[in-house]
Nanobody, 120 residues
Framework: QVQLVESGGGLVQAGGSLRLSCAHS????????MGWYRQAPGKQRELVAA???????DYADSVKGRFTISRNNAKDTMYLQMNSLKPEDTAVYYC??????????????WGQGTQVTVSS
């Protein structure tokens, strides 16, 4: 069974930094894309950053220049480096993998979520 394990969330003051990690435990035929989403209380889940199998990245306008998404294929791990954090970045952050399984089925996988709280 595919498992995504997130870590790195916590409480930080505005202007501070955090690095989130997402390790996945299963092998895939191909990973199409990986990404980080977040959901603040009373709001819809939104895409924060994404990275394709080719290494192309995309960011929400609100985090451009502050957040960096990366992946280490040898460690089956994805990261989100978050700098210059703002109180409005407070949310539960989820990692996501869109992948083709060894049985050639395309699925979406989600981590359990990690809380990021930025105090003013």
């Amino acid at each position: 069974q595919v498992q995504l394990v997130e870590s790195g969330g916590g409480l930080v003051q505005a202007g501070g930094s955090l690095r989130l990690s997402c390790a996945h435990s299963s092998s895939f035929f191909r990973i199409n894309a990986m990404g980080w989403y977040r959901q603040a209380p009373g709001k819809q889940r939104e895409l924060v950053a994404a990275i394709t199998s080719d290494g192309n990245t995309d960011y929400a306008d609100s985090v451009k220049g502050r957040f960096t998404i990366s992946r280490n294929n040898a460690k089956d791990t994805m990261y989100l480096q978050m700098n210059s954090l703002k109180p409005e970045d407070t949310a539960v952050y989820y990692c996501n993998i869109q992948a083709v399984t060894l049985l050639r089925r395309t699925n979406d996988y989600w981590g359990q979520g990690t809380q990021v709280t930025v105090s003013s």
